[in-house]
């Protein structure tokens, strides 16, 4: 949910700058930035645990 915010902050921007035959980018663009998230708080969780 903390996620939430930013990415719709994001997809407006990206929404309202691009051009309109480019507004898939929008999607892409924050599913990408869910996937890194994601593999970061995996990663962390990781090395956290091995300690």
């Given at each position: 949910?903390?996620?939430?915010?930013?990415f719709?902050?994001?997809?407006?921007?990206?929404?309202?700058?691009?051009?309109?035959?480019q507004?898939?980018?929008?999607?892409?663009?924050?599913?990408?930035?869910?996937?890194?998230?994601?593999?970061?708080?995996y990663?962390?969780?990781?090395?956290?645990d091995?300690r």
């Open positions: 949910m903390k996620l939430l915010i930013p719709v902050v994001l997809g407006f921007i990206l929404i309202y700058f691009l051009p309109r035959s507004n898939y980018f929008v999607m892409s663009t924050i599913l990408i930035l869910w996937i890194i998230y994601y593999g970061w708080v990663i962390e969780n990781k090395r956290n091995n």
